[in-house]
């Protein structure tokens, strides 16, 4: 039986995680909240991780592996991109992944299934999104 994307959705507890996740870009070596830069570069930006797909924890080694090959496939595309991570609100846990300028949130969400990730973060001037990569639209406000 082949399950559906909706059937990979995160519980209920580890959305609320996702929700207190702290996300930072870097530009030129400096932490940026992702809603300064998308306010500052007047563009809606995603925030695409390869690490742990599906949200099932894989090697240090599978996730680096991974996260080049999101980084190759985004040079290919020729999009403007800055390095991004993610750190648990109460956790020492980091995830990182790559913040893509000027995309489509339909293409993001696509990168996102390609390397087999449930969400993305969206920022923009509004605020900070999780966004599914299935093809609903479902978005979470972050908390911060």
């Given at each position: ?15 609320d ?71 648990g ?32 973060y ?23």
């Open positions: 039986m082949v399950s559906s994307r909706s059937d990979r959705r995160p519980s209920a507890e580890i959305v995680e996702w929700r207190k996740t702290i996300v930072r870009v870097l530009v030129d070596g400096v932490e940026v909240p992702p809603r300064t830069l998308a306010t500052s570069l007047s563009s809606v930006l995603h925030i695409v991780s390869a690490w742990n797909p599906y949200a099932s924890a894989v090697s240090q080694h599978e996730n680096d592996r991974a996260s080049t090959s999101l980084l190759e496939e985004i040079r290919s595309r020729g999009i403007h991109f800055f390095p991004a991570y993610g750190h609100y109460s956790s020492q846990y980091e995830e990182h992944g790559w913040c893509v300028v000027g995309m489509e949130r339909a293409e993001a969400q696509a990168l996102g299934r390609e390397f087999a990730q449930i969400a993305i969206e920022a923009s001037s509004e605020g900070l999104l999780i966004v599914w990569c299935d093809d609903e639209t479902t978005e979470v406000s972050l908390e911060h």
